[in-house]
């Protein structure tokens, strides 16, 4: 047993779990460790320890004992943006700008259909797709914050649940002061293992600076994470530089909002003192490639970001502007479109591209210490990729493999804090069949009053 394990664990004659016979280990922690023919122990959600099979095998005895030869097994994959509940608005208006995509679709239709039962029943959708395509943590933004936990917990993924903010009434807050009082009520009275509370501002067309501070205000009051789209649009950072003479970031650091506990989400238009500004201060971003191609919003300069050292990880953003949840195949488009866009194949190198989808994001949403990487201590969230499929053969490299090769289908087997949540392919927390049929029911009656507007 390693010397890192917490002292509270003691020794165990038997534990819960070992994994075991692995073709390839991945632990994506610092030292870009392989390792062939591994095993994973697991006591109590956390990780007791890992290394060769016949090591491990020979040194515990657990209640259960899987073999997964045929299988990568890595840490699961961080979506560090995403609005779940919006699931249910997939597909409903494509191919237009965010302004008017927001304004004429989103806001208009999120007014009459976000209620309770819809974003729980949204939120269940996507935490499917999600750890069915290996996501085993969501950072999210959203109005009835408690219906995302609440789904989150019963289909038995981690996360942050993000409480929206916005100057204008909400599906949840008729009044910005009620909208405080919420917010305040979210946060006080969120106590999930698997969850944890905090506070998303829309945007800073949406909010204003009284409002922002506040929002921050009350993050810092309870050491939440305070969230926010930033510089997603060139109209955004030109129309911030008009009213203030500042760039977004620069705004936000002149009220002091930058911080190790903040996260900004898009940074698509950001300057190069905004790069300095948000390194200096650890305040993490979030790349949403697929959703600002999607809308047109531009390229990220994450190369940049990365030979910088910022804390960086991958969203998908919501599923109506993606229009999917794969982080797997998110982190393909990052390592390709970055190569093609700057015609230099050696950015976003796959393994640079695979911490940002586990480690790095884990970091980026503050929860690094805990998530992101197979070792020993942390939680045992952990994905088995299939590796028998005609596209994973020849496999001479498993990291080359995960980001250009690998499928979402390829997830067989997915662990939360421990526990199983996916086996040979199948979600066993929920029951699938009924969630989606509930799902095409709601989804068939937003299209019809949407046509009949
Ligand atoms: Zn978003």
């Not at 790349?287 to 998908?316: D, F, M, Q, Y």
């Amino acid at each position: 047993m390693s010397q890192k394990f917490p002292k509270d664990f003691g020794v165990h004659d038997i534990l819960d779990l070992i994994l075991c016979d692995v073709d390839y280990l991945i632990t994506c922690s610092n030292d870009l460790a392989i390792i062939q023919n591994g095993a994973v122990a697991i006591l109590k959600g956390r990780i007791y320890d890992l290394g060769d099979s016949e090591e491990i095998k020979a040194r515990y005895r657990a209640r259960e004992t899987l073999s997964l030869k045929g299988y990568i097994l890595m840490p699961g994959l961080i979506n560090a943006h995403v609005h779940a509940p919006m699931s249910l608005f997939r597909g409903l208006a494509d191919d237009l700008p965010l302004e008017v995509w927001l304004s004429e679709v989103i806001f208009p239709t999120e007014s009459k259909w976000v209620k309770k039962e819809t974003v729980y029943l949204g939120s269940l959708l996507s935490f499917c797709e999600m750890i069915l395509s290996g996501v085993t943590c969501f950072c999210d933004g959203y109005f009835f914050e408690e219906e995302v936990v609440r789904a989150a917990v019963e289909v038995g993924i981690r996360g942050i649940a993000g409480q929206g903010i916005l100057d204008f009434p909400t599906p949840d807050a008729p009044s910005s002061d009620r909208m405080f009082e919420r917010a305040e009520r979210f946060l006080s009275s969120t106590h999930s293992e698997m969850v944890r509370p905090s506070l998303f501002c829309h945007a800073l067309y949406t909010c204003s600076a009284a409002t922002v501070k506040r929002t921050k205000e009350l993050c810092q009051a309870y050491g939440a994470l305070f969230q926010i789209h930033l510089a997603e649009t060139e109209w955004e950072r030109s129309k911030v530089l008009e009213l203030t003479g500042k760039s977004p970031v620069e705004f936000l650091e002149d009220l002091a909002l930058l911080d190790e506990n903040t996260l900004c989400v898009h940074g698509v238009w950001l300057s190069d003192e905004d790069l300095n500004i948000l390194n200096d201060r650890g305040t993490g971003l979030v790349h949403c490639l697929e959703s600002n191609l999607k809308l047109a919003s531009g390229v990220a300069n994450l190369p940049l970001w990365l030979e910088r050292g910022l804390k960086v990880g991958i969203g998908t953003d919501g599923p109506a502007s993606n229009n999917n949840l794969d982080v797997l195949g998110e982190m393909g488009m990052v390592a390709k479109l970055h190569k093609g866009f700057r015609r230099d194949p050696t950015l976003c190198s796959a393994w640079e591209v695979l911490k940002l989808g586990t480690i790095l994001g884990a970091r980026a949403i503050g929860l690094g210490e805990e998530i992101g990487s197979l070792e020993v201590g942390k939680r045992a969230d952990c994905i088995a990729l299939s590796i028998s499929e005609p596209h994973a053969i020849p496999l001479y490299n498993p990291i080359s493999h995960i980001v250009y090769s690998a499928k979402a289908s390829d997830v067989k087997y997915v662990w939360i804090d421990g526990k199983p949540i996916v086996r040979d392919g199948r979600l066993v927390s929920l029951n699938l069949e009924e969630m989606l049929k509930e799902a095409r029911r709601i989804s068939q009656e937003i299209g019809k009053r949407r046509e009949s507007v």
